[in-house]
């Protein structure tokens, strides 16, 4: 049952509990790898009394730099003062310290920045008030000015915590908040098992790598095509050389193809062409085709393609390789059906598309991978979250650590049978996991698109044949298949199921989309592609 109800007060000391599970956790797990600070962090936190440990749960909570004294109140905090002075003592805050005036005045409204700095003649939105007292004042008048009226805090462990929720969410992104959605009742995890011993991360050498590489990624982002040569091989430089760790190969590769994106729009081409060679994923080496094609360097282009239909990395990879740079005629055929039609610039074309058929008489969803992805999901649910060592580190999992591996389906053959091995049983089999587990969230599977209806209608529609073929093209690369299926969801008046690829004018068909209709067109599917002008 959830433990929080909306717009009532949690239980007394609910943030504090939540900040200590994950404090007590990660020391379980990690005390060995952690730092001093990171140490010190730890005891600090959970030698607060009771009154400070509760109020830095709920800062800690918060998003901005700085906070308003003024704007702390807690049920559960009786004595904020006493709170406040106690976290200042163990340096967990700085009151009124030095820093960023922007940040400061913003905590003001445009009504106490006019009163506060009267003299000057405001006028004009909140951002161009702080610009003008900005220009006019220097930074320790503005900060004195604020003080005396609106003291602030800021919190001086915002990085070890979110240090402390690396490790224990197992990546970058996951926060407190975790706790009070679920808690609400907003999201429900599937009850797996957890390797209390498990480490996600197995040297403090690996930690740091992490979050090394998670600023390059940042990094790149940032610069886009403006990253000059010096940038790049800097970047390049501390990108390093392969891991011998997937998860950690999977990321360094997938920042070296970023920046070998940026560096190849930016005509920087031999730069993107050394990223693209010490990338080990998809689609680097495709990239280092299309460069070499364009420069004319058809030798080079040949010894790539050979290398990838010799070890393909997926199938995409191995399908590009296979028709890029050649005749159309090896290509299978795919018809496309022209249609010229007004469409009203807000409306979406798939949607347009679905009212024409629906206008027919058929039924039609915009549903994408939603469907494939959905259907395997539930097909192989046990398999999912099976208790697979490593595979769930925290409890707010919505599918397991080595989904895309490719040994996913290796380490559970063992403990979960296959339902393709039993096919007349697979329609049974999904509709009843989707009864029993519907809400539990799951990485592939979008509940409130596969309503039970729709399924319904779905596997009535589909034969046992066509549904066997449709999970075995997932199944065969769950990376690779996870997009690029046919925008609309089809059945017709006679009860057939169909799929339809929608195209607006000038849009064309991508790799993957074409691989998905050329594997649906062999599973004996009716698969259409229309094209709007």
Same mark, same amino acid.
């Given at each position: 049952m959830?433990?929080l109800t909306?717009n ?5 000391g609910?943030?504090?509990e939540n900040l200590?599970a ?5 020391r ?5 790898l952690?730092s001093?600070?990171?140490?010190k962090?730890?005891d600090?936190?959970?030698g607060?009394s ?5 109020l830095?749960?709920?800062?800690l909570?918060?998003?901005?730099s ?9 049920a559960d ?7 406040l002075?106690e976290?200042s ?10 820093g960023d005036?922007?940040e $400061?005045?913003?905590?003001l409204?445009v ?9 000057q003649n405001?006028k004009?939105?909140?951002s /161009?008030?702080?610009d ?9 008048? $503005? ?7 609106y003291?602030w805090l800021?919190v001086?462990?915002t990085?070890?915590?979110a240090?402390?929720?690396? &490790?224990?969410f197992?990546?970058?992104?996951q926060?407190?908040d ?5 808690d609400?009742?907003?999201?429900r995890?599937?009850d ?7 480490? &996600?991360?197995r040297?403090r050498?690996? =930690?740091d ?6 600023? &390059?990624?940042?990094?790149v982002e940032?610069?886009g095509?403006t990253?000059s ?7 390049y430089?501390a990108i390093?050389?392969r891991?011998?760790?997937?998860v950690?190969?999977w ?8 920046l070998?994106r ?6 920087q081409?031999?730069l993107?062409?050394?990223c ?15 460069i ?10 040949e ?7 010799k ?24 018809e496309i059906?022209t249609?010229?039609a007004?469409?009203e610039?807000?409306?979406? =074309? /798939? ?11 058929s ?10 992805n959905?259907?395997?999901a ?15 580190v925290?409890?707010f999992?919505a ?16 403990i ?10 697979l329609?049974?089999?999904i ?9 539990i969230s ?15 209608s779905?596997?009535?529609a ?6 066997s073929?449709?999970l ?20 017709d008046?006679?009860?057939? $199921?169909?799929f339809? /690829?929608i ?22 599917f009716n698969v ?5 002008k």
């Amino acid at each position: 049952m959830p433990r929080l109800t909306a717009n009532q007060s949690p239980p007394e000391g609910y943030y504090a509990e939540n900040l200590t599970a994950v404090i007590n956790t990660v020391r379980d797990q990690y005390e060995d790898l952690l730092s001093a600070e990171e140490s010190k962090f730890a005891d600090c936190t959970l030698g607060l009394s009771t009154p400070a440990l509760r109020l830095l749960a709920r800062l800690l909570s918060r998003t901005k730099s700085y906070i308003r004294i003024d704007s702390l109140s807690y049920a559960d905090v009786v004595d904020v003062s006493a709170a406040l002075e106690e976290l200042s003592e163990t340096e967990m805050i700085r009151i009124n310290a030095d820093g960023d005036c922007g940040e $400061i005045l913003d905590l003001l409204t445009v009504a106490e920045l006019k009163s506060s700095f009267s003299h000057q003649n405001l006028k004009g939105r909140k951002s /161009e008030l702080i610009d003008a007292i900005k220009s006019e004042e220097d930074d320790v008048a $503005i900060r004195r000015r604020v003080c005396e009226r609106y003291p602030w805090l800021s919190v001086t462990s915002t990085e070890q915590f979110a240090f402390f929720c690396l &490790l224990f969410f197992g990546n970058s992104m996951q926060r407190l908040d975790e706790f009070v959605i679920r808690d609400l009742g907003l999201t429900r995890f599937e009850d797996y098992e957890m390797d209390p011993a498990f480490r &996600l991360f197995r040297t403090r050498r690996a =930690i740091d790598r992490y979050q090394d590489l998670n600023e &390059l990624a940042e990094q790149v982002e940032t610069l886009g095509q403006t990253v000059s040569p010096d940038e790049a091989n800097s970047i390049y430089t501390a990108i390093g050389d392969r891991e011998e760790d997937r998860v950690f190969e999977w990321r360094r590769s997938r920042v070296l193809n970023v920046l070998g994106r940026n560096l190849e729009r930016a005509k920087q081409h031999e730069l993107a062409l050394r990223c693209y060679r010490n990338s080990t994923t998809h689609p680097a080496r495709e990239r280092t085709m299309r460069i070499l094609k364009k420069d004319g360097r058809s030798e080079e282009l040949e010894r790539v393609r050979s290398a990838i239909l010799k070890a393909p990395r997926s199938y995409e990879e191995q399908a590009f390789a296979h028709r890029f740079g050649r005749s159309k005629s090896s290509r299978q055929e795919i018809e496309i059906r022209t249609w010229v039609a007004a469409v009203e610039d807000s409306q979406k =074309i /798939e949607l347009f598309a679905a009212q024409l058929l629906v206008a027919e008489g058929s039924q039609a969803w915009h549903l994408e991978n939603l469907l494939p992805n959905g259907l395997f999901a539930l097909a192989y649910w046990d398999w999912l979250f099976a208790p697979v060592h490593g595979a769930f580190v925290n409890p707010f999992q919505a599918s397991p650590l080595d989904l895309y591996s490719p040994e996913f389906f290796d380490v559970r053959q063992r403990i979960c049978s296959d339902p393709l091995a039993e096919p007349s049983e697979l329609k049974t089999r999904i509709l009843s996991i989707s009864e029993r587990k519907r809400g539990i969230s799951n990485h592939l599977v979008a509940w409130s698109v596969l309503t039970p209806s729709l399924l319904r209608s779905v596997l009535n529609a589909i034969t046992t044949d066509q549904l066997s073929s449709l999970l075995r093209v997932v199944i065969e690369d769950l990376r690779q298949f996870r997009a690029g299926f046919p925008d609309l969801t089809v059945i017709d008046r006679n009860g057939e $199921i169909a799929f339809v /690829e929608i195209k607006g004018p000038g849009d064309q068909l991508r790799p993957n989309q074409r691989i998905w209709i050329e594997r649906l067109m062999a599973a004996r599917f009716n698969v259409y592609v229309w094209k709007f002008k």
